[in-house]
């Protein structure tokens, strides 16, 4: 039973350039999370998605980005014109239902910003 | 707004001690916690969720909470070096507020 996936694991991007995360959840779940950890810090929730649908955004800054989560296909995370602010780690999770106790979490995507 | 307080660290202590691992929260509404470990480079994964006052024990793991006081805790029996990582609390608040909020961790070094 494969895990959750997250493809690019790394992802070198140049200021200005866009940066798209991929998110698989794991087999049977339909609900994804997407968190940011800076250096030094903890996680931080950016959005809350099931497919096809955004259900909590509260997290997500104003402005270059957005997230989706297709009827087929994985969920994406859009960050466009990057700045050096948004290098980071990006961790998606998944869930069984929105009650879950328990989010699993994927390798993670390490972005950096030159 | 909730936050989740935890000494940085690193706590240090010596193979096959117990290691004990606080965090104390402000929201009182707060109604499940969990601990998380956190490898260097890695993924947080998931080690024990607790939402009854009193402790929970798994293995070497234990988890003790107090709602009354604000915080819980997370002991580690018999320590190994590869216990060494940091460890994440998160809570989660009433029902419908499903988003956990995390503190920043506690670095773990268990020295041979």
């Known amino acids: 039973n494969a895990g959750v996936m997250q493809n690019p694991r790394h992802l070198v991007r140049r200021r200005g350039q866009e940066a798209r995360l991929r998110c698989s959840p794991m087999?049977?779940?339909?609900?994804v999370y997407w968190y940011r950890q800076l250096p030094e810090e903890g996680l931080k929730f950016m959005v809350y998605?099931?497919?096809?649908?955004?259900?909590?955004e509260s997290g997500m800054p104003k402005e270059r980005f957005s997230a989706e989560f297709p009827k087929e296909g994985p969920s994406i995370l859009r960050i466009q014109q990057v700045v050096r602010g948004d290098s980071a780690a990006y961790f998606c999770?998944?869930?069984?239902?929105?009650?879950?106790?328990?989010?699993?979490f994927g390798p993670g995507t390490r972005l950096t910003v030159t | 707004q909730k936050e989740v307080e935890q000494n940085s660290g690193p706590l240090s202590v010596p193979e096959g001690a117990i290691a004990s691992l606080n965090c104390t929260y402000s929201?009182?509404?707060?109604?499940?916690f969990f601990w998380y470990r956190q490898y260097s480079g890695k993924s947080p994964e998931l080690i024990m969720f607790?939402?009854?006052?009193g402790d929970k024990e798994d293995g070497r793991f234990t988890a003790q909470l107090n709602k009354a006081s604000q915080y819980v805790s997370l002991l580690i029996r018999d320590s190994q070096p590869s216990d060494s990582a940091t460890y994440l609390c998160?809570?989660?608040?009433?029902?419908?507020?499903?988003?956990?909020?995390f503190g920043r961790g506690t670095s773990l070094i268990v020295h041979p």
């Open positions: 999770a998944s869930s069984e239902g929105s009650f879950s106790y328990e989010q699993y």
């Open positions: 087999k049977g779940h339909s609900h």
């Open positions: 998605l099931q497919k096809e649908n955004i259900i909590d």
């Open positions: 929201d009182r509404g707060s109604q499940s």
């Open positions: 607790i939402y009854s006052n």
């Open positions: 998160a809570l989660r608040g009433r029902g419908g507020s499903y988003i956990p909020t």
